[in-house]
């Protein structure tokens, strides 16, 4: 089985303005119209058995409306293979009773995006909302390294990292795009072995542009640096994961199938680990 666990959908009225309108900041291509129906052909056509749906909170008027909406989705996902998290913004102010009402909801964890919500990862309204997700044990996922649209700064950097998890030590930690998107020395120096997970979104082989135009990188890691990150941070530590729209899921697949991993390392990267943090939701 195959799951993913770095995906986005949104509400399927708004989806393909709202795609269209991020590929333009980010200068690369979609691969859905990034509703939940594409998510779900796309795991058809990919073979991919588990999808984790990510919500990013720009602003703190959204997390109630939004995550009500999730929940209320959440059965509907959960048939469609679809595992949904909720999310919080580090300017809401009644976290504690949000992250309460997505455990008591079933939802697993709840995504952060620095750099989306324009704070630094180790300001203390987001180590508040670690914190507490951390005692609830609901699993934290957060973008890390700076963003293709946004490169101006690193709002969450391998440093900002560190001093969290000094302050902090979460269980359940998730860093997206192999622990620093664009950061992947520091994350090799500085992160490999922690007391985290790293996922695989984004950040192997080539990224596709839209015509005419030049992302602020064109290549992520390289299937020789990713597999000497892989090794020193430990296979049992690293989860598959696309960043779908924005990567094609038949496709990233195969990338990581021909990765020059053992049988093992793969299967851990493409299921077992995921299973160990979402435990009986995916069977």
Partial sequence: MIIDFHTHTFPKKASLSIVNKLAAVS????????????????????????????????YPE?????????????????????????????????????????KDAGIPGIKLHPAYQNVDFDDIRMIRIIDCASELGLIVLTHAGIDIGLYDHNYCSTRQILNVLD????????????????????????????????????????ITPLPGAVPYLTENLSDEAFVRLVRKHGADKVLFATDSPWEDQADYIKRMENMPLTGEEKENIFSENARKLLGPIVK
């Fill in 167 to 206: 302050q902090v030590r979460p269980q359940r930690l998730v860093l997206a795009h192999m622990g620093g998107w664009g950061s992947w020395d520091d994350v090799e120096r500085d992160l490999a072995g922690a007391p985290v997970w790293l996922d695989t979104a984004f950040s192997i082989g080539p």
């Fill in 62 to 102: 959204q997390v109630e409306k939004v995550n009500h909406s999730l929940i209320s989705q959440r059965e509907e996902f959960l048939s469609h293979g679809i595992v949904t998290f909720g999310g919080i913004h580090p300017d809401y102010e009644d976290y504690r009773g949000e992250l309460q009402r997505l």
């Fill in 27 to 58: 200068k690369t291509v979609p691969f859905t119209d990034g509703s939940p129906d594409g998510l779900i052909a796309s795991m058809e056509k990919s073979g991919t058995g588990w999808s984790v749906n990510l919500p990013v909170m720009t």
